[in-house]
DNA sequence: CCCACTTCTTATCAGATGATAAGGAGGGCG
DNA sequence: CGCCCTCCTTATCATCTGATAAGAAGTGGG
């Protein structure tokens, strides 16, 4: 008796739908037959929630339950499971780097700080969403390539613009001298700092501070106020030890 | 033909084990027949580095073949997987927080900024290596109470008691005063920005800067120029908005 | 009302995977 | 030398799980 018997399978699927109790799930009663397009894009919505909730190894047969669907309606829509997980990984990674927040930091018009801060509460209301995080850190550990394109892309359009701006607001020329590690480490340990801020609330589901701008606030602070007490700017390694 | 023919079955399994060919992994040769203590440990060894790589998801059979020894032996030392991932978590997370580190942070004959990057030096050793920095994230997003529980040990026995030395190095009277949120906060960021390098560099696999004392000591100067400049201990929850 | 097209379900497969049972093999002790 | 205890392997199970095939069911045009 190892598959379900052939003929005397479960008591009527449907039947589950309308009765009022037995459903275990938040199954959508979910409109039967939707339009191609919408169905894909309830699939993907939902895969989205799944996949940050459980990770990668969620099985498709949850996932169809949650949408109120059969499993092997998923595969019309995605050749195969991996298909799926690569668009959710679209779906989630092209909320691309927006251009306006390199224009946002390089506005010299303003004080640093207050353009920092601003950044970090739209660039946080980008992307310190549960999904995001989540599926970030998931894609992060199976070792997705994503992971470190984007990185590589926070680095050169919000990283170092921020590094060039600490410059000029040490009263530096710009200069040529391409960034230094130095700087750009400084820059990464506030940067970490306040992303470290979602991963406690998303990842470790941790109670955190309510007034997230005034967080960042002093993260900017004390940064700004750490690289003039302390100069990274020049390339001198030794620094301590 | 679903399952391995029964008697057909693979041609001799040991005899790839001295075949100078086909071995995929790095199956060590593995000096049969071992003590129970020593097997047990050998394996509990493997499997932190396995699960570290491959998540809890990885599978009884690779790790089996990793150590090289078949994977129903796993059973005669862990009865179920599960068991084994918890004793993997045990062995990662009761790392416990040296009590030294407190002393360190609350001797107040050396200067708090010494006190502090000589304690993330010492913190980061402990921690901040590809097995534990890996598994703990993998834990974390699986949901493990253990994240949580550790989070609060490194709030009471090592965030609090810098917040207090912060005080104390402000000029502030020690005061009864309980640690505000926004005086937590503030050392959260400073903390979550070192952790965070270790997540990019075994998370990310991102290349990092090469002198961590460097970059601690600038995170920590920061840290305790942002207290100076903004002031933190004050109830005040609005700063900037 | 019925045909044709699209959408969705039922039944099922084949390989993966945690776990178990039964017996072989090394090696020390009488 | 052979018994016996412990350690380890082979064979196998039962279930899970991604994926497929065949046909039922809804829907709109003629």
């Known amino acids: ?13 449907r039947l589950r739908l309308g009765s009022p109790a ?37 099985q498709t047969r949850e996932l169809a339950q949650r949408i109120g669907i059969t499993q092997p309606l998923l595969y019309r829509y995605f050749p195969t499971k991996r298909d799926l997980v690569e668009r959710v990984f679209k779906e989630v990674f092209l909320k691309r780097i927006d251009p306006e927040w390199s224009k946002l930091i390089a506005d010299r018009t ?32 199976m070792g997705e390539d994503l992971n470190r394109r984007y990185i590589k ?20 020329a710009p200069g040529d001298a391409p960034i230094s590690e130095a700087e750009l480490e400084h820059v990464w340990v506030m940067h970490g700092g306040i992303f470290y ?23 900017v602070t004390g940064m700004l106020a750490g690289v003039a007490a302390i100069g990274v700017t020049a390339p001198s390694g030794r620094r301590g030890r």
């Open 1 to 13: 008796m190892t598959r379900a018997s052939p003929a005397s399978g479960r008591p009527a699927a």
């Open 22 to 58: 037995a459903k275990r799930q938040r199954a959508a009663p979910s409109s039967k037959r939707l339009a191609a397009a919408a169905r894909e894009q309830q699939i993907l919505a939902e895969a989205v929630r799944f996949f940050a909730e459980v990770g990668f190894n969620g």
């Open 110 to 141: 303003r004080p640093l700080e207050d353009r920092l801060v601003e950044f970090y509460a739209e660039y946080a209301q980008a992307t310190y969403t549960y999904e995001w995080i989540r599926i970030y850190m998931f894609a992060a550990l």
């Open 153 to 172: 892309i926070v680095e050169e359009k919000l990283l170092k613009p921020i590094c060039v701006e600490i410059r000029h607001h040490c009263g530096l």
């Open 197 to 219: 801020y979602a991963v406690r609330k998303y990842v470790y589901h941790s109670r955190v501070g309510t007034d997230f701008t005034a967080i960042v606030r002093r993260a």
